[in-house]
């Protein structure tokens, strides 16, 4: 059986350079965005500069402007957990460089690509992949990503050939590089590389945790 080819969308926003290079997006979640700044910090020390700011922490859209004008020159901030276009069209206002969704809306997707922002909506099934990369998605996010394993990357890649993936959800520091050489354009990572750093945990292991993930993940991309 032949592959199915994939639509051609002429507006498809691209990944940034930044992602390309670094292959790790950090998910920032806590009871305030109030709390990121000393947390992004730690993680640019170590080399992960691709941070998603979620929604379901308070403060998001207030926070992110001074995160821009503190870290901007050395980081891109996306806004994640967006599932309607109104928090779209707002994240893009407050300046967020990608949108990152946990389903797949195409209305949300279309308002990212008038918009020339890079967008990662999220789905689990074939059709729900396909139909959010069809729509004009950068890449779609394979979540949750621990329910189906590396090997779900390489599959999809077959009758997909054209796809880029991020998983996201369960994605572990050992297994990322797993995931990267499945085919995966980047991982996303929370609670296992964020650990306790919001909880008043020791900001510089969440340093080292983040160079042994760009360390693992940089291997795994060189031999691409």
Known sequence: MSSLQLPTVASRPAPSQILRDTRVIAVLRATHAAAYAPVIEALLKGGVV?????????????ELPRLQERFGADAEFGVGTIT????ALEAIAAGGKYLVTPLTDPAVIAAAVDHGVAVYPGG?????????WSAGATAVKVFPASVVGPGYVSMLRGPFPGIE?????????????????????AVSLGGPLIGDAFQGGDLKQLTERAVRLRGLVDEAGAGQ
């Not at 691709?50 to 207030?62: H, I, R």
């Not at 309607?84 to 928090?87: G, K, L």
Request: glycine fraction near 14%; aromatic fraction near 6%.
């Open 124 to 132: 689990l099934t074939p059709s729900e992949l396909f139909g959010g």
């Open 50 to 62: 691709s941070v998603e700011l979620t929604l379901s922490t308070p403060g998001a859209f207030e």
């Open 84 to 87: 309607t276009v109104a928090e």
């Open 165 to 185: 993936l991020v998983p996201s959800g369960g994605v572990g520091i050992t297994d990322a590089a797993d995931w990267i050489r499945a085919g995966a354009l």
